[in-house]
Nanobody, 125 residues
Framework: EVKLVESGGGLVQAGGSLRLACAGS????????IAWFRQAPGKEREGVSC????????YYKKSVKGRFAISRDNAKNTVYLQLNSLKPDDTAVYYC??????????????????WGQGTQVTVSS
């Protein structure tokens, strides 16, 4: 079965940190570019960060650059998203997604064919 499973979400105070993980199975993980999206209540889903299959290229939404860091360990079929200096505005369900396509329009959700079920991140003020 092809799947992505996120973990690491939780409740944290503003200024705190979390480390999300996205574990893939059932496909050749190191062929795929991976992205993190998030969706807050009443808001549209938005891209947060993505990483190329080799890990050599990374991209960040402007509002998280310098606070979030994406990385991957292909030996473990896992991508990580380190969330630092969290703000209440970061509260959302965080999803990881995978694509074989080149990361030319990396915030376009339609290019990602495999999605996880999401993990909740809640930041209290």
């Amino acid at each position: 079965e092809v799947k992505l499973v996120e973990s690491g979400g939780g409740l944290v105070q503003a200024g705190g940190s979390l480390r999300l993980a996205c574990a893939g199975s059932g496909f050749t993980f190191d062929d795929y570019n991976i992205a993190w999206f998030r969706q807050a209540p009443g808001k549209e889903r938005e891209g947060v960060s993505c990483i190329s299959n080799s890990g050599n290229a990374t991209y960040y939404k402007k509002s998280v650059k310098g606070r979030f860091a994406i990385s991957r360990d292909n030996a473990k079929n896992t991508v990580y998203l380190q969330l630092n200096s969290l703000k209440p505005d970061d509260t959302a369900v965080y999803y990881c997604a995978a694509t074989l396509l080149e990361l030319s329009d990396y915030w376009a959700a339609y290019i990602y064919k495999i999605w996880g079920q999401g993990t909740q991140v809640t930041v209290s003020s």
